[in-house]
């Protein structure tokens, strides 16, 4: 039978264009459809605009520094509105980047909200159109709790379009956005609270990263309250007030759940073509990213596996080279890193400190906690944490975590080590650059544990 297109992708966000434009480059004859802007969640509302508003709340601190090596500065002050208008101008032109990608491979365009209508049938725009494979690249959605008042709380979607900053804030939510939105509202000079229902930030990383966290954001000023979640928001005449478990009522001019997401399969029509979800409604796949209908396939968020942008490119790469390059491609979720843009940042990769135990029984723990140098001269508590985690029998190293700045560049490097099967002693064996706070990774030599 003869197809409209080889692949119909739905969703051109991270994974969806760079499965279209592999594909694409790979002979195939490709189209795409997307309901809202190009890039998706990572370009318009995710890591890009999100990191841009984490640089301008860093410049806080680093004001601050900078009379610490003897810089007079007049009272710094902030322009909210000069800030979104710079982040939405770059952002148009990411947009425009991401659709000239697009064209420039070949791929039509189709905008607007597809559907599946069968194992090869989507229909987009009121019309049918045809396609040998299907791949679902839909993204996922901000999940509030069932709790009375929600409505007057927001998103991370919105939070990238405020009219203006609000005075106080809260911000729920203990994940990843929970602890980067916190940090950009308090950096920017809103009063911050962050209310999470657990007992460390970031759960399923090294706990002590989570802890030494949540110190360090107290230390910078903002409220964060653990074992605490809110019940119920009410509208007051000019602000919001929330009634938390522990009894305690505060008012607020902005609320904003971070309070994890899920994926978008909702009216999609996967279950009529005989797609399997799972119970989070995230589509089911196998390591080539296939679903249980052998000609629909989903990559990234919507598969609810590592929500990370490089990720969801990851699959798309490996799906177009399954598909149209002859060559099957497994994507391999192993030792992947990853950075929380937080003040301080934080980075880890492979296992933390917990899941090594339970996996290898034995493991020998390296950490240290230092002021950097930088800080050395002024009034900054900030302290820098590193920890190696190395399996005791082989002595590889499994887990490389690091709390301080520009955490993500340090593990970057690391990570390839550690994906390499890196032990102790060659970490040992590298010299290190000096002075740099990173060369404490090759220097560390006392077990803690
Ligand atoms: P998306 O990028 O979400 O793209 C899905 C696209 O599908 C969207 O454009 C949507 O409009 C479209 N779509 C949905 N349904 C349909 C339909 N029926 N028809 C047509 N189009 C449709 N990851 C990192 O690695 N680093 C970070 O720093 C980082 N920061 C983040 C910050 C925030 C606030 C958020 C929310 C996420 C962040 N992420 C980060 C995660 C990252 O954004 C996602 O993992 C990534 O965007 C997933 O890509 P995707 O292709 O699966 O989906
Ligand atoms: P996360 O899963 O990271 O965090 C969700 C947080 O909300 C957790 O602290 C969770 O608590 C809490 N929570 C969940 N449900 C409730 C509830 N009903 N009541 C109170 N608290 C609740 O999700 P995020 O929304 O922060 O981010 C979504 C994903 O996007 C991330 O997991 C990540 O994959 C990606 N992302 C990546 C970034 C990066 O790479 N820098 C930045 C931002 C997002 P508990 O831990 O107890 O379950």
């Known amino acids: 039978m003869k197809y409209d297109f080889d692949l119909f992708s739905i969703g051109a966000g991270s994974g969806g264009v760079r499965a279209s434009r592999v594909s ?17 969640t990572c370009v318009n509302v995710g890591c890009i605009p999100k990191k841009l508003f984490s640089y301008a709340a860093h410049f806080r601190d680093d004001l601050k520094d900078a009379a610490d090596f003897g810089w007079r500065l007049a009272e710094p002050t902030f322009d909210w509105q000069k800030l ?8 148009d032109r990411l947009n425009g980047v991401y659709e000239r990608l697009l064209l420039n491979a070949g791929v039509t365009i189709f905008r ?11 229909e987009i725009n009121g019309k049918t159109v045809t396609a040998k494979h299907i791949l679902v690249a839909t993204g996922s959605w901000p999940q509030l709790p069932e709790i009375p008042g929600r409505e007057l709380a927001i998103t991370s979607n919105e939070a990238f379009f405020l009219d203006k900053l609000p005075r106080r804030a809260l911000i729920v939510g ?25 007992a460390h930030l970031l759960r399923g990383f090294d706990a002590e990263l989570g802890r030494r966290l949540g110190e360090e954001m107290g230390r910078k000023g903002i409220a964060v309250t653990l074992h605490c979640h809110p019940l ?22 902005l609320v904003m759940f971070a309070t994890s997401r899920k994926p978008n399969t909702a009216g999609l029509g996967l279950e009529a073509a005989g797609v399997k979800l799972g119970a ?7 390591e080539y990213s296939t679903s249980s209908v052998a000609s629909i396939h989903a990559i990234g968020d919507v598969t609810n596996r590592l929500n990370l942008t490089p990720v969801a490119t990851a699959e798309g790469m490996a799906l177009a080279r399954t598909l149209f390059g002859g060559q099957p491609t497994p994507v391999d979720h192993d030792c992947v890193p990853t950075a929380v843009f937080s003040n301080p940042n934080l980075a880890s990769v492979g296992l933390s400190e917990e899941k090594a135990r339970a996996r290898f029984g034995k493991v020998d723990i390296y950490q240290t906690a230092f002021r950097s140098l930088k800080h050395t001269m002024g009034h900054s508590e900030e302290k820098i944490f590193m920890k190696l985690v190395v399996d005791t029998a082989s002595q590889r190293v499994v887990g490389a975590h690091m709390l301080g700045p520009d955490a993500g560049e340090v593990i970057q490097g690391i990570a390839i080590a550690v994906k390499l099967g890196a032990t102790k002693a060659q970490f040992d064996a590298t010299i290190g650059i000096h002075p740099t706070a990173a060369e404490e990774f090759v220097t560390l030599r006392e077990k803690t544990t």
């Open 24 to 40: 694409a480059a790979l002979g195939a004859r490709v189209a795409i459809a997307e309901a809202g802007r190009f890039g998706g």
């Open 84 to 91: 979104l208008a710079n982040k939405d101008r770059e952002i």
């Open 112 to 122: 607007g909200k597809a559907t599946i209508r069968g194992k090869n049938e989507i």
């Open 174 to 198: 203990g994940g990843y956005i929970g602890v980067e939105f916190a940090s950009i509202f308090n950096g920017l000079g809103v009063e911050t609270m962050l209310a999470y229902r657990g």
């Open 232 to 253: 119920a928001l009410t509208k007051q005449e000019d602000a919001i007030q929330v009634e938390f478990n522990n009894n305690a009522r505060h008012s607020f001019d």
């Open 280 to 286: 989070d409604g995230a589509v089911l796949v196998n």
